[in-house]
């Protein structure tokens, strides 16, 4: 149990570099996966377009929001845009730094998947071959076929076992044009992704450093006061239930030894630590309002510190104590019956 505590913590204290590593494991399991997927075109003109673009969209959709699913950032995002406003506002510049972060991790999977689809070239080739321009490539002045039987024809150019169109066009001909289609149009869409991921990695702290810095800085604070605060309940349910537990059995000890001679035991010295960690909150009742205070109400982020003296007077704006010591009130009364 002391390996995985140590292994978990671990994982939290770097949880960027976690995060990242499970985009990257992600990405290269999309690539996977396509290579395993068993890709078969209707070959229908009613269909084709559908199965092809259904393919190329569907699941790096399906991938982003699974990016955004395993990350933990997600519910805490959530919880911060929809919390009240309470004694601490929100700022909107915040919550869309954290909303990019997460969404850049989550696009690495969807990107690569549709990168190495387009680069395949089955699903244009399946998707738009009815398209193909027969009047360059082939023959387009064939007399036996009217416009919707040719198109019946041209569906089935990535079925080469049932492709009965050779006069018309040949098969190796059309396949070759769209592949190359789709091969420049996902070189592109390379070229287009690693030119925004640069522009935004790079350039945007340039431009708005200041705002950059401060919501990246309030971002890790939501962050860790939300850990914090776990672990905190945590500690102080732990420390009640054993409070609980103990006066439990002290108690079924008691009714037991009340007909003997036998002294009750005493309570052991944990239990007064355990009662120090309650912070003064020992019923239900008063945890259960804690708990919705801080969600309706939390803090602000503007701490108080303690009054002290200085040499030129008291250190809160030169501001005299509102009651004076002892000995200046005795002094004051003495002179005020003189």
Same mark, same amino acid.
């Given at each position: 149990?002391?390996?995985?505590?140590? !292994?978990f913590? $671990?994982?939290?204290s770097?949880?960027?570099? $976690?995060?990242?590593g499970?985009? @990257? !494991?992600?990405?290269?399991?999309?690539?996977?996966?396509?290579?395993?997927?068993?890709?078969?075109?209707?070959?229908?003109?009613? %269909?084709?377009?559908?199965?092809?673009l259904?393919?190329? +969209?569907?699941?790096?959709?399906?991938? $982003?929001?699974? @990016?955004?699913?395993?990350?933990?950032?997600?519910?805490?995002?959530? =919880?911060?845009?929809?919390?009240?406003?309470?004694?601490?506002?929100?700022?909107?510049?915040?919550?869309?730094?954290?909303?990019?972060?997460?969404?850049?991790?989550?696009?690495?999977?969807?990107v690569?998947?549709?990168?190495?689809?387009?680069?395949? @070239?089955?699903?244009?080739?399946?998707?738009?071959c009815?398209?193909?321009?027969?009047?360059? +490539? @082939?023959?387009?002045?064939?007399?036996?076929?009217?416009?919707? =039987?040719?198109k019946q024809? +041209?569906?089935?150019?990535?079925?080469?076992?049932? %492709?009965?169109g050779?006069?018309?066009?040949?098969?190796?001909?059309a396949?070759r %044009?769209?592949?190359?289609?789709?091969?420049?149009?996902?070189?592109?869409?390379?070229?287009?992704?690693?030119t925004?991921?640069?522009?935004?990695?790079?350039?945007?702290?340039?431009?708005t450093?200041?705002?950059?810095?401060?919501?990246? %800085?309030?971002?890790?604070?939501?962050?860790?006061?939300?850990?914090? $605060?776990?672990?905190t309940?945590? /500690?102080?349910?732990?420390?009640?239930?054993?409070?609980? !537990?103990?006066?439990?059995?002290?108690?079924?000890?008691?009714?037991?030894?009340?007909?003997?001679?036998?002294?009750?035991r005493?309570?052991?010295?944990?239990?007064? /630590?355990?009662?120090?960690?309650?912070?003064?909150i020992?019923?239900?009742g008063?945890?259960?309002?804690?708990?919705?205070?801080?969600?309706?109400?939390?803090?602000?982020?503007?701490?108080?510190?303690?009054?002290?003296?200085?040499?030129?007077?008291?250190?809160?704006?030169?501001?005299?104590?509102?009651?004076?010591?002892?000995?200046?009130?005795?002094?004051?009364?003495?002179?005020?019956?003189?």
């Amino acid at each position: 149990m002391d390996k995985f505590r140590m !292994i978990f913590q $671990f994982l939290q204290s770097n949880q960027e570099s $976690f995060m990242n590593g499970i985009c @990257g !494991i992600m990405a290269l399991a999309s690539a996977q996966i396509y290579s395993a997927f068993d890709f078969n075109c209707p070959c229908l003109p009613s %269909y084709n377009l559908v199965y092809g673009l259904g393919i190329l +969209l569907v699941p790096p959709f399906i991938l $982003f929001l699974l @990016g955004f699913v395993l990350n933990n950032n997600v519910s805490m995002l959530a =919880e911060e845009w929809r919390r009240p406003r309470g004694q601490r506002g929100k700022d909107p510049a915040v919550l869309r730094y954290m909303f990019c972060s997460m969404a850049q991790r989550a696009m690495i999977a969807p990107v690569v998947w549709v990168s190495v689809t387009l680069l395949d @070239g089955k699903c244009i080739t399946c998707a738009f071959c009815t398209s193909v321009p027969v009047e360059a +490539l @082939g023959n387009a002045s064939h007399p036996s076929l009217s416009q919707g =039987e040719m198109k019946q024809v +041209l569906a089935r150019i990535p079925c080469k076992e049932i %492709y009965d169109g050779q006069e018309l066009i040949a098969n190796e001909v059309a396949v070759r %044009y769209l592949r190359c289609i789709s091969q420049a149009l996902g070189w592109c869409f390379v070229l287009l992704i690693t030119t925004l991921a640069f522009l935004v990695r790079s350039l945007r702290p340039c431009f708005t450093q200041a705002a950059f810095l401060k919501s990246r %800085y309030w971002s890790h604070y939501i962050d860790i006061e939300r850990k914090l $605060f776990d672990e905190t309940c945590a /500690e102080h349910a732990r420390s009640f239930a054993k409070v609980c !537990i103990q006066q439990f059995f002290e108690g079924m000890s008691t009714d037991l030894t009340a007909g003997h001679c036998h002294l009750p035991r005493k309570a052991p010295a944990d239990a007064g /630590e355990a009662a120090e960690k309650l912070l003064g909150i020992t019923d239900r009742g008063t945890m259960n309002t804690a708990l919705k205070s801080w969600h309706r109400c939390k803090p602000p982020l503007h701490l108080h510190p303690p009054a002290l003296p200085s040499g030129n007077g008291w250190a809160g704006g030169g501001q005299p104590p509102a009651h004076p010591p002892a000995p200046q009130r005795e002094m004051a009364v003495y002179y005020s019956r003189v």
